[in-house]
């Protein structure tokens, strides 16, 4: 009898553990998913390095699957401080090569400055590009022309 008890409850350790097992490795994971593919935040104009003055389209793609919103940001460069200033507003609506802002860079003094495209999907997270340009809208200084002696 106690040998017969033994095989009993050693074969039901058995299946204690198999069933364990099974249940463990048919369970789902619960991992994050994968970022999706498909998204673009592309600035096509301007372009990188190109000189500014005045009132000037941006002009690009802006999708994602998940599409929340995008924003336009300029900063200076170099950007030590990460300070973004807006150009415009958030924008709820999807641009394929198209007119993502006007941008008036006339009140912005001389310089090198950064444009920060970002596409913001439903979970926060967000692609971007960044481009830099030069603004250039001061006169230059006429230089006198030297009048010959007579």
Known sequence: MVIRGMALGRRT??????LLVL???GSPAYASPPPQAG?????T?????ERLSGVVQIIGTATHPQFQRYELH???VPNNTDQWYGIGDPVPT????GLLAVWD??????GTYAIRLRVVRQDGNYTEKI???VIVNSEPTPTPTPSEPT
């Open 23 to 25: 249940v463990t490795v």
């Open 13 to 18: 350790l058995i299946l204690g553990v198999l």
């Open 105 to 110: 860079t006339t009140y912005i003094p001389d």
């Open 131 to 133: 481009v830099q340009v």
């Open 74 to 76: 300029f900063g200076p």
């Open 94 to 97: 999807q641009v394929e090569n």
């Open 39 to 43: 998204g673009v935040a592309e600035i």
């Open 45 to 49: 104009s301007p372009k990188n390095g």
